[in-house]
């Protein structure tokens, strides 16, 4: 997938949202609120499920990506990575790992591969998920360029959702875009 890691980073500036807005369609709402690994979930609903990274690299947390468990210019690693399903780009994921979260048995999370974090993470006893924010991504964001490189149409806008998890009270922030097409995007 190296033709997609030129666009590493991309970030993902939003204007993160505690509310669901009224009117989102029912079917996009279960899957941006859906609090079970989406990995899982993504696996259970396709024949082939596979994993690409767009790149990952020690960096400073943005005051725009900033949260109340990890603060701006905080030292993390960044993760990148889209999420296929039977070939077809489902998921745009950007993970924020703070360097004091990778420690202990967290350390291994920063090398992960192309092993999926969700996957690693929902096996912990230990995990707590905080609470899910949700944001819309216009098509003159930063996507825009990753849609185009996958082949996919430029809607007007996608959703994202993001969510702080807590394991021995380490957090990482998982930020997750549904890409044009995704699943999240059709009934039945």
Not at 16 to 26: D, H, K
Not at 30 to 58: C, H, M, P, Y
Not at 94 to 115: C, V
Not at 120 to 149: G, T, W, Y
Request: overall charge neutral.
């Amino acid at each position: 997938m190296s033709s997609l890691q030129h666009l590493f980073p991309i970030n993902l500036s939003a204007d993160w949202q505690n509310q669901i807005p009224e009117g989102l369609n029912t079917y996009v709402r279960d899957w941006l609120l859906d609090e079970s690994s989406l990995t899982a979930r993504l696996k259970a609903n396709a024949t082939t499920f596979r994993l690409a990274v767009l790149g990952q690299q020690i960096t400073y947390c943005s005051e725009r990506e900033a949260c109340i468990y990890i603060k701006a210019g905080e030292r993390v690693l960044a993760r990148e990575v889209v999420l296929f399903c039977d070939d077809k780009p489902q998921v745009f994921a950007r993970s924020l790992l703070p360097l004091t979260s990778l420690t202990g048995e967290q350390k291994a999370l920063a090398e992960l591969g192309e092993q999926p974090l969700g996957q690693v993470i929902f096996s912990s006893p230990k995990l707590k998920r905080k609470a899910l924010q949700i944001a819309e991504f216009s098509s003159d964001n930063q996507l825009k360029a990753l849609n185009h490189q996958l082949g996919l149409p430029q809607q007007t806008s996608v959703w994202g959702r993001r969510s702080t998890f807590l394991i021995d009270d380490k957090p990482i922030l998982v930020a997750e875009v549904f890409l044009p097409n995704s699943l999240a995007y059709k009934q039945g």
